[in-house]
């Protein structure tokens, strides 16, 4: 069942980005260009709503950051969501990420059934916590994989998951003091007050396939990015961003824009946690498997630190692993004799727990630098960070 699905998924993509050739793909294309004409009113009215206060947003009286994009996916989010996160709190900040908690398992009719008997039959089933701040309190399949991926990474900061991300960040406050909450994908969550919108944009693929849901694979159309506070050029390189600006600047005229890159920092072993620089990557023979939105990005990142890669095996974004798919993965490895496997941090929480002995796996610890404008970031940071007087308040936020 979950391999029909993930075909499915597949098949979709596909269509989607125009891969899939022929009558059916062709006809596909045409009912979804449809159904994105709809789309694109349902979003404009949602926006009015909100925008005539009939729809009302909440206010939960503290700073709520929000860091999203305006296409589906692949804009490499997580690691910005960190680095924040890491600022504002080294900052002073009391930080909590609030999640949806993507393709994460919900709680089962028991569970729920036995929450309901230990308080009010109208009780609210409370947000999952996947972290206090000092501990992992849940696996990566009950948290998701990018929220326990930051528990991983970020002290002092908790991470609440829930669909009802006002409700996340109620309990977040109350629970855990908080005094600023990063609304992880939150662009798009408008139930939610947002006081700065951080949008990032991929610089090979900006507005996606320029296409709104879901013949495309954009959220809203691209002026919408008028409502960004700070605007991400993310996966940046040596080349020059002035076209892609330019055409920003169309849609929003005030933002900073600031250019970014995700930069390798080393490889750990999965099993071992041994970690290795770069430079062993140089020359070695290596078999890559991953599960993300644009595994592209990360196997060519590999090959510029000189890796040569032989065997390459892409599952759908967000998959989860089973055992026996990476213990053939390892075998069909050996049988070609290659040095190594690698794979994205991402990809390792959602890796059963498994034991090779005669195929070292690593995954690729990567994390944001700023090649333009971070005295902008650095003075984002402070504004949040520092004392602010209350004739300013709300000039900023």
Same mark, same amino acid.
């Given at each position: 069942?979950?391999?029909?699905?993930?075909?499915?998924?597949?098949?979709?993509?596909?269509?989607?980005?125009?891969?899939?050739?022929?009558?059916?793909?062709?006809?596909?294309?045409?009912?979804?260009?449809?159904?994105?004409?709809?789309?694109?009113?349902?979003?404009?009215?949602?926006?009015?709503?909100?925008?005539?206060?009939?729809?009302?947003?909440?206010?939960?009286?503290?700073?709520?950051?929000?860091?999203?994009?305006?296409?589906?996916?692949?804009?490499?989010?997580?690691?910005?969501?960190?680095?924040?996160?890491?600022?504002?709190?080294?900052?002073?900040?009391?930080?909590?990420?609030?999640? !949806?908690?993507?393709?994460?398992?919900?709680?089962?009719?028991?569970?729920?059934?036995?929450?309901?008997?230990?308080?009010?039959?109208? !009780?609210?089933?409370?947000?999952?916590?996947?972290?206090?701040?000092?501990?992992?309190?849940?696996?990566?399949? #009950?948290?998701?994989?990018?929220?326990?991926?930051?528990?991983?990474?970020?002290?002092?900061?908790?991470?609440?998951?829930?669909?009802?991300?006002?409700?996340?960040?109620?309990?977040?406050?109350?629970?855990?003091?908080?005094? #600023?909450?990063?609304?992880?994908?939150?662009?798009?969550?408008?139930?939610?007050?947002?006081?700065?919108?951080?949008?990032?944009?991929?610089?090979?693929?900006?507005?996606?396939?320029?296409?709104?849901?879901?013949?495309?694979?954009?959220?809203?159309?691209?002026?919408?990015?008028?409502?960004?506070?700070?605007?991400?050029?993310?996966?940046?390189?040596?080349?020059?961003?002035?076209?892609?600006?330019?055409?920003?600047?169309?849609?929003?005229?005030?933002?900073?824009?600031?250019?970014?890159?995700?930069?390798?920092?080393?490889?750990?072993?999965?099993?071992?946690?041994?970690?290795?620089?770069?430079?062993?990557?140089?020359?070695?023979?290596?078999?890559?498997?991953?599960?993300?939105?644009?595994?592209?990005?990360?196997?060519?990142?590999? !090959?510029?630190?000189?890796?040569?890669?032989?065997?390459?095996?892409?599952?759908?974004?967000?998959?989860?692993?089973?055992?026996?798919?990476?213990?053939?993965?390892?075998?069909?490895?050996?049988?070609?004799?290659?040095?190594?496997?690698?794979?994205?941090?991402?990809?390792?929480?959602?890796?059963?727990?498994?034991? #090779?002995?005669?195929?070292?796996?690593?995954?690729?610890?990567?994390?944001?630098?700023?090649?333009?404008?971070?005295? #902008?970031?650095?003075?984002?940071?402070?504004?949040?960070?520092?004392?602010?007087?209350?004739?300013?308040? !709300?000039?900023?936020?």
């Amino acid at each position: 069942m979950k391999e029909s699905l993930e075909e499915l998924e597949q098949f979709a993509i596909d269509v989607i980005l125009n891969r899939r050739k022929g009558f059916r793909a062709s006809a596909i294309r045409f009912l979804l260009s449809g159904m994105s004409v709809i789309y694109r009113y349902l979003v404009s009215l949602r926006l009015w709503l909100y925008k005539s206060r009939i729809k009302r947003e909440h206010n939960l009286g503290c700073l709520v950051i929000s860091i999203g994009n305006l296409t589906v996916g692949g804009t490499g989010k997580t690691p910005i969501v960190e680095k924040f996160a890491k600022a504002l709190t080294a900052g002073g900040r009391r930080v909590a990420i609030l999640s !949806r908690g993507y393709k994460s398992v919900k709680p089962t009719l028991k569970q729920k059934i036995s929450n309901k008997v230990k308080g009010s039959p109208i !009780r609210q089933e409370p947000p999952r916590v996947v972290t206090d701040g000092k501990k992992i309190l849940l696996d990566s399949k #009950t948290a998701g994989d990018e929220p326990y991926m930051l528990a991983t990474n970020l002290k002092d900061v908790a991470i609440v998951v829930d669909k009802d991300r006002v409700k996340a960040g109620l309990h977040a406050i109350k629970e855990f003091d908080a005094d #600023t909450l990063l609304l992880d994908d939150g662009l798009q969550y408008l139930r939610l007050r947002h006081r700065i919108d951080i949008v990032l944009i991929d610089k090979y693929s900006p507005f996606g396939n320029e296409k709104l849901l879901p013949r495309g694979t954009l959220r809203e159309p691209p002026k919408n990015l008028k409502r960004a506070s700070y605007i991400f050029i993310t996966k940046c390189d040596e080349t020059s961003n002035e076209e892609l600006i330019h055409r920003i600047r169309k849609y929003n005229r005030t933002a900073e824009i600031i250019e970014c890159s995700h930069k390798p920092q080393y490889l750990k072993n999965i099993v071992t946690g041994e970690e290795l620089p770069l430079e062993h990557l140089k020359d070695k023979y290596v078999g890559t498997v991953s599960g993300i939105a644009v595994p592209e990005s990360f196997e060519d990142g590999l !090959r510029n630190l000189g890796a040569n890669i032989e065997i390459t095996r892409r599952y759908t974004d967000h998959h989860r692993y089973r055992k026996g798919e990476i213990e053939r993965f390892v075998d069909q490895c050996i049988n070609r004799d290659l040095n190594m496997i690698v794979t994205t941090e991402k990809d390792f929480v959602r890796f059963p727990k498994i034991k #090779t002995n005669e195929l070292p796996i690593y995954f690729l610890r990567v994390e944001i630098g700023i090649l333009s404008n971070k005295e #902008t970031f650095d003075d984002c940071i402070n504004r949040i960070c520092s004392p602010r007087p209350i004739f300013s308040t !709300r000039r900023f936020f």
